[in-house]
């Protein structure tokens, strides 16, 4: 597939099985994937968004199904950029 290339064993966790992975060596297998703290990020404020639509806003609600609380949810609002509409 590639020439300069590296296989790699990696767990598909979803079918149960083991498969391979072939990655240039020209390419650092670090730039393959974004940060960890970065993708968390992107992970969580996707979540609230997509929470906050909803529950279309209801905080009582975002807070119940999330799990965090009020004064928690609001700096996760703050943090993301994410601005109450109603």
Same mark, same amino acid.
């Given at each position: 597939?590639?020439?300069?290339?590296?296989?790699?064993?990696?767990?598909?966790?979803?079918?149960?099985?083991?498969? /391979?992975?072939?990655?240039?060596?020209?390419?650092?297998? !670090?730039? =393959?994937?974004?940060? #960890?703290?970065?993708?968390?990020?992107?992970?969580e404020r996707q979540y609230l968004m997509d929470l906050a639509s909803l529950t279309e806003?209801?905080?009582? /609600?975002?807070?119940?199904?999330?799990?965090?609380?009020? !004064?928690? =949810?609001?700096?996760? #609002?703050?943090?993301?950029?994410?601005?109450?509409?109603?």
């Amino acid at each position: 597939m590639f020439t300069n290339s590296t296989i790699y064993p990696v767990v598909d966790f979803a079918h149960r099985t083991n498969v /391979e992975v072939t990655i240039p060596n020209s390419v650092p297998p !670090s730039g =393959l994937f974004p940060n #960890l703290e970065q993708l968390l990020e992107r992970t969580e404020r996707q979540y609230l968004m997509d929470l906050a639509s909803l529950t279309e806003g209801n905080v009582q /609600e975002l807070c119940r199904i999330s799990g965090l609380s009020r !004064s928690r =949810l609001y700096d996760r #609002l703050k943090k993301y950029n994410i601005v109450r509409r109603f």
